[in-house]
């Protein structure tokens, strides 16, 4: 069974910053690709960034370049997403989520998220 077990979540003031982490358990099959969406109350989960395991190539939502960063520890099998500047709307549940590959098939996978609430 895979978990992805994200941390790093809390209340922060607009302009602050918080670090995301996300660890997934499972090291039988190959990553791809990990990343990060985010919910905020009454609206579609949206895609933050992902960034692939085999180059370290990233990608990020147009209007999140330049104030968040994603990065990946091999070792660790885990994803971060710093996050800076953060602003009201930025509150959220961020989910994690991993591109698993096993044979010719590939999975994706999704954390339980973790709230993120900027003050103004």
């Known amino acids: 069974q895979v978990q992805l077990v994200e941390s790093g979540g809390g209340l922060v003031q607009a302009g602050g910053s918080l670090r995301l982490s996300c660890a997934a358990s499972?090291?039988?099959?190959?990553?791809?690709?990990m990343g990060w969406f985010r919910q905020a109350p009454g609206k579609d989960r949206e895609f933050v960034a992902r960034?692939?395991?085999?180059?370290?190539?990233?990608y990020y939502a147009d209007s999140l370049k330049g104030r968040f960063t994603i990065s990946r520890d091999d070792a660790k099998n885990t994803v971060y997403l710093q996050m800076n500047s953060l602003k009201p709307e930025d509150a959220a549940v961020y989910y994690c989520?991993?591109?698993?590959?096993?044979?010719?098939?590939?999975?994706?996978?999704y954390g339980q998220g973790t709230q993120v609430t900027v003050s103004s």
């Open positions: 960034i692939t395991w085999s180059n370290g190539r990233t």
């Open positions: 989520s991993a591109d698993l590959q096993s044979g010719q098939y590939q999975y994706t996978y």
């Open positions: 499972e090291r039988t099959f190959s990553t791809v690709a």
